[in-house]
Structure formats: C-alpha cells, structure tokens
C-alpha cells in the first residue's frame, strides 16, 4: 500500500500560480509512477499529468501542456505539481495519484484531494 496526502491548494487570482505537493507514505521501497488529476463540480475526474518513477518521463493531457509542470524528489518520496496562469476553469478538487510500476499505467492508489479555486 502506497499513502498520499496532498498539500498546496487554495485560493489563487487568474494569472496566478500554485504548487501542489503529493507525499507519499508506506509502501514508498517499491517503484512507483505518479500522476495528477482534477475533478471540476459536476464533470469527471479527468487526466491531468503523470510521471514515472525515474522521472525521465512525463505526460500531459494537451490542453494543460506547457502550464502545467510534474516532478517528483523520490529523496523525500514527493510529487509536485506546478500550475502557471492559472484560469478559473482551473478550479476543482486535485488528487495525487500511483500506480505500483515504474511507468505511468493505471492509477492504484488516491489521495484524498486537495481544492485548488481560481478567481477570476
């Protein structure tokens, strides 16, 4: 069993950025990939960035890239996700995600989420 606890969310204006922080616990000797997703009221839980063990490789849903930025220090066994320009329809519940696998695959553990709210 892997643990995450996320950290970092709030309430941030248009334009600006936050930085979203997954720690995980337990489990943490196996490898494992790590991924963001987001749940806006009212619409699914969407795909949002992932990241491999290694940290070599990462994935973007398109309309996020080059706004979004995943990372991960396994030295403290962290995820990060780093939002910039920030827009309104940013807004929702983020959850760190993993999947026991050096590469990004299915997501097998949750955190509990953390709000991210962009005022306009």
């Known amino acids: 069993q892997v643990q995450l606890v996320e950290s970092g969310g709030g309430l941030v204006q248009a334009g600006g950025s936050l930085r979203l922080s997954c720690a995980a616990s337990?489990?943490?000797?196996?490898?494992?990939?790590m991924g963001w997703f987001r749940q806006a009221p009212g619409k699914n839980r969407e795909f949002v960035a992932a990241?491999?063990?290694?940290?070599?490789?990462?994935y973007y849903t398109d309309s996020l890239k080059g706004r979004f930025i995943i990372s991960r220090d396994n030295a403290k066994n962290t995820g990060y996700l780093q939002m910039n320009s920030l827009k309104p329809e940013d807004t929702a519940v983020y959850y760190c995600?993993?999947?026991?696998?050096?590469?990004?695959?299915?997501?097998?553990?949750w955190g509990q989420g953390t709000q991210v709210t962009v005022s306009s």
């Open positions: 995600a993993a999947c026991p696998s050096s590469r990004w695959t299915a997501p097998e553990y």
């Open positions: 337990g489990r943490t000797d196996i490898n494992f990939a």
């Open positions: 990241i491999s063990w290694s940290g070599r490789t990462t």
